[in-house]
């Protein structure tokens, strides 16, 4: 009972970090697809409790809602805590494994770009940064 607390108190915290940095959260099917199928651009975080959510990939979310050029929307969906709208927004990003942490960026209902687990785990932030500033410059102008 305890670890289940300790859990809440960490995805709590998770999510809060994400409100604080502007992300809408997608919380149900519905939610991602009135979102996700919307005109513009959105990066959607997969937002997960490992380190390297907490340590690189949330950092990175938050810094890139001051980055000059941004999607329409900022959005997270969280692995294993709402599942069906996770599931739901993977089913977006085709061509892709199921991967959290990572980021999606979607254009007009599409995926435009992906940075996966395996390129934000053992990186710094401002490596992921860039990937995402990159994206944004392409597909955000």
Same mark, same amino acid.
């Given at each position: 009972m305890e670890f289940q607390y300790f859990m809440?108190?960490?995805?709590?915290?998770?999510r809060e #970090? !994400?409100?604080e940095a502007g992300y809408e959260h997608?919380?149900?099917? #519905?939610?991602?697809?009135?979102t996700l199928? *919307? #005109?513009?651009?959105?990066?959607v975080m997969v937002n997960s409790v490992c380190g390297c959510a907490g340590g690189i990939a949330r950092p990175a979310a938050? =810094? !890139?809602?001051? =980055?000059?050029?941004?999607?329409t929307r900022f959005a997270t969906v969280f692995?294993?805590?709402?599942?069906?709208?996770? *599931?739901?927004?993977?089913? =977006?990003f085709k061509g892709y494994g199921p991967s959290s942490p990572s980021f999606a960026?979607? +254009?007009?209902?599409?995926? +435009? !770009? !992906?940075?996966?687990?395996?390129?934000?785990?053992?990186?710094?932030?401002? *490596?992921?940064?860039? +990937?995402?500033? +990159?994206?944004f410059d392409e597909y955000c102008k």
């Amino acid at each position: 009972m305890e670890f289940q607390y300790f859990m809440n108190d960490v995805v709590n915290a998770a999510r809060e #970090e !994400m409100s604080e940095a502007g992300y809408e959260h997608l919380r149900s099917v #519905e939610d991602v697809d009135q979102t996700l199928q *919307e #005109e513009g651009t959105t990066l959607v975080m997969v937002n997960s409790v490992c380190g390297c959510a907490g340590g690189i990939a949330r950092p990175a979310a938050a =810094y !890139m809602r001051n =980055y000059e050029t941004r999607p329409t929307r900022f959005a997270t969906v969280f692995a294993g805590q709402d599942r069906e709208a996770t *599931e739901h927004a993977r089913s =977006y990003f085709k061509g892709y494994g199921p991967s959290s942490p990572s980021f999606a960026l979607v +254009k007009d209902g599409e995926v +435009k !770009m !992906m940075v996966e687990r395996h390129e934000i785990e053992g990186h710094e932030p401002i *490596e992921v940064v860039q +990937k995402l500033e +990159k994206a944004f410059d392409e597909y955000c102008k």
